[in-house]
């Protein structure tokens, strides 16, 4: 009976030890990314980033919209505006300068900051130098007043002054702030910039609201810009282009065979063929367009419109068009620098656009072609092969991918602004042929 009893209590401590899965506790899902655990409840930890600006606000800019955007539709290839005045401001002049005259005053080989401490010896106004002025120079003033005499030494040694009349102090440094009224016309105005822009001066702020341009430079910065719209108010002509860029893939392993474009659109729409160090510039007539050469690639390949966008320069300038600014920041041809330089008038007798396109990328010049071309034909540069742009070992991109560009160039016509009725004109058919004519 004992026995039993014992068996008994036994078995009841062993169920009295069991658990029921109800009673299991239930723990969190716990997920591993880098190294870090993460749970529902937990707090992401990153690692500190640098204090630089984000990439998408590095690439905001109010110009985008007119850059990026080519209405192909409505694209005229002569424009005619009214001539307007473009103005250049000195800011930050400070105070105005006593009303002294000056008469007979020489200086020789001295530095800036002497020439004007000599001059303005016995009165209360005082030289302070903000930057180390080592620049010597030599000059005489017969008779002038203060404010001419003090701007003149200045710009004999490549200084700025301003002027504090509370403390009668005169401040001089190398460099200097400047305003640009533009013209209304947002076509001069892109190419004003687009002209600096390819001057490398750089920090440009733009209002487009009321039409200006603020800018920071030395002497040689103020020089560049002035010369530039000097040559803007003396030209006749502005050239501009239009352009499509596109990535092809063959859809066979075979490359894209550009001799088809001979028999799709007539040899005589194909005007010239201009070879470069990497591709090759071919010189076409208005029925190849961007439907049209979508049309033929599309029989061969898939077509990618990676970038599209315009830039205008001076007649006889040069600028750029970043490819980047107008495409997905994941492309593989984000760097890529379409250059060009280009003059309309006179050619052996002909009117022609003499232009030089480069390709250049941060390793360098990639090709670059001179393509001469009459008002209204268009280019198309091919054989460019999308793995330039490849920076790894390897890549899934086909070997016979490449780079498409379609360009078309633009004159805009500058003319007195009583001539244009203050209207922007746009020149087709007849009265196409009537201005190149004349």
């Not at 130098?129 to 004999?156: A, R």
């Not at 499509?244 to 010239?272: C, E, H, T």
Request: hydrophobic share 40%; aromatic share 8%.
């Amino acid at each position: 009976m004992k026995k039993f009893l014992l068996m008994f209590l036994g078995c009841f401590v062993i169920t009295g030890c069991q658990t029921t899965e109800s009673d299991v506790p239930m723990y969190d899902t716990v997920t591993v990314v880098e190294n870090m655990v993460i749970s529902e409840k937990s707090v992401p930890i990153f690692p500190k980033k640098a204090a630089l600006t984000t990439d998408t606000a590095q690439r905001f800019s109010v110009e985008l919209p007119m850059r990026c955007t080519v209405d192909w539709n409505n694209q005229s290839v002569v424009s005619v505006v009214p001539e307007e005045k473009i103005e250049m401001v000195r800011l930050g002049k400070g105070d105005a300068l006593p009303d002294l005259a000056v008469e007979q005053y020489k200086f020789r080989d001295v530095t800036v900051a002497a020439a004007l401490n000599k001059l303005l010896n016995g009165t209360d106004v005082s030289i302070v130098t903000d930057e180390q002025l080592v620049e010597k120079i030599s000059g005489e003033v017969q008779s002038g007043t203060l404010s001419d005499t003090v701007e003149l030494i200045s710009k004999m040694g490549r200084a700025y002054y301003s002027y504090d009349a509370t403390t009668a102090e005169i401040h001089l440094q190398h460099r200097a702030k400047w305003m640009i009224k533009m013209p209304k016309d947002q076509a001069i105005i892109m190419a004003l910039l687009d002209a600096m822009h390819g001057a490398d001066v750089r920090n440009l702020l733009v209002n487009w609201s009321d039409k200006t341009v603020v800018f920071e430079g030395d002497y040689q910065t103020e020089r560049e810009v002035s010369r530039i719209i000097a040559d803007i108010a003396s030209k006749k002509y502005m050239l501009a282009w239009d352009m499509d860029v596109y990535r092809v893939y063959p859809k066979s392993d075979n490359p894209i065979i550009w001799m088809n474009l001979l028999p799709a659109f007539g040899q005589n729409n194909i005007k010239m063929s201009v070879p470069g160090v990497v591709g090759r510039a071919l010189v076409v007539g208005p029925e190849i367009n961007t439907k049209t050469l979508q049309e033929f690639l599309a029989r061969q390949s898939n077509v990618v419109l990676i970038s599209q966008g315009t830039f205008s320069i001076p007649n006889g300038w040069q600028s750029r068009f970043d490819i980047g600014q107008c495409s997905k920041e994941d492309r593989l041809e984000t760097d890529l620098v379409i250059g060009a330089t280009g003059k309309y008038g006179d050619y052996g007798g002909y009117q022609k656009i003499d232009a030089k396109i480069v390709l250049t990328t941060k390793y360098g010049e990639l090709t670059s072609f001179n393509i001469p071309s009459s008002v209204g034909d268009n280019y198309v540069i091919i054989g460019i092969p999308t793995h330039s742009f490849v920076t790894t070992p390897e890549t899934l991109i086909s070997p016979f991918a490449e780079l498409v560009v379609f360009m078309s160039p633009r004159i805009i016509s500058i003319v007195d602004a009583n001539q244009s009725d203050n209207d922007k004109m746009n020149l087709i058919g007849d009265d196409l042929r009537e201005f190149l004519n004349n």
